[in-house]
């Protein structure tokens, strides 16, 4: 069986996080392991509280997993902190981790900040360039290309200068356009843009897309499947978590993992 870890902040309310990411990837037929970076006290209304976990522990964790069901991919998503992203940027670079999809984890959907203010440059310099993909949406990819985003154009350019600098393909995720039909998301691989559309669904429950999308590309890419395949496969089975339509909690709710679409 294939295997994928993800390195990632718990979410107690289980929409998000490391509980979304462990559910897709065994949703997309792949055996998932866990790295945890932070717990985070929150539900579909915000995040109450965030306790980090040492880079120590972190470290400890990495050695655990790796030395023994090496990873056929990996996911980061939060990092909250500059200790802990450096701790992950050597652990990937130690064990020669491959296949590393990155959801570059700024604002929960509530807009609770889930990473500290003075990390965010670490984040970029240290794990960008180790990536094999970065997952940023529309005002993530802004505060990462220094950009201001208001057109499809302005998308595939950021993209492009992302790439330039970090080296790491970049999935621009184009779902905070919210007038329109469908949502479409821009790949680019440093030689080409790949559109992939998708019929938008009238679903206000929308915890943990971002988590959600980037685990099933990382099941994909575990599995063998091209970049492209795997971020089709990927919006494809967020699509259907989010047709579901499944209703909890009181704020923006979790997706239905169940919705089963493995490739």
């Not at 490391?18 to 990837?25: E, G, I, N, Y």
């Not at 929150?42 to 400890?60: H, K, L, S």
């Not at 003075?118 to 005002?139: C, G, H, Q, R, S």
Request: hydrophobic content about 40%; aromatic content about 6%.
């Amino acid at each position: 069986m294939h295997t994928a870890l993800t390195i990632a902040g718990s979410d107690s309310s289980g929409g998000a996080g490391v509980q979304a990411d462990l559910k897709t990837m065994l949703a997309n037929g792949v055996f998932g392991e866990s790295v945890i970076t932070a717990l985070t006290a929150q539900n579909t209304m915000g995040v109450d509280a965030v306790m980090n976990v040492p880079a120590d522990f972190i470290e400890a964790q990495m050695k655990a997993v790796f030395s023994d069901i090496f990873p056929d991919a990996v996911k980061i998503g939060m990092t909250s902190s500059v200790d802990t992203i450096e701790a992950i940027a050597a652990g990937l670079v130690k064990y020669k981790a491959k296949n590393i999809v990155l959801d570059p984890v700024m604002v929960a959907t509530s807009g609770s900040r889930l990473l500290e203010e003075n990390a965010a440059n670490t984040l970029m310099e240290k794990l960008f360039p180790l990536a094999d993909i970065i997952t940023p949406n529309i005002p993530e990819l802004e505060v990462i290309s220094g950009r201001q985003i208001e057109s499809t154009d302005d998308i595939i350019e950021a993209s492009k200068a992302v790439y330039d600098k970090y080296g790491c393909p970049v999935l621009s995720k184009g779902g905070h356009f919210t007038d329109t039909a469908c949502v479409c998301d821009y790949l680019w691989d440093g030689k080409q843009i790949i559109t992939f559309e998708t019929k938008r669904v009238d679903n206000p429950n929308s915890h943990g897309t971002g988590c959600t999308l980037s685990s099933a590309i990382a099941s994909g890419l575990a599995k063998g499947q091209s970049l492209e395949q795997a971020v089709d496969n990927g919006k494809r089975y967020v699509t259907a978590c989010l047709k579901a339509m499944l209703d909890l909690g009181h704020g923006s709710g979790p997706m239905n993992h169940g919705a089963l679409f493995i490739q």
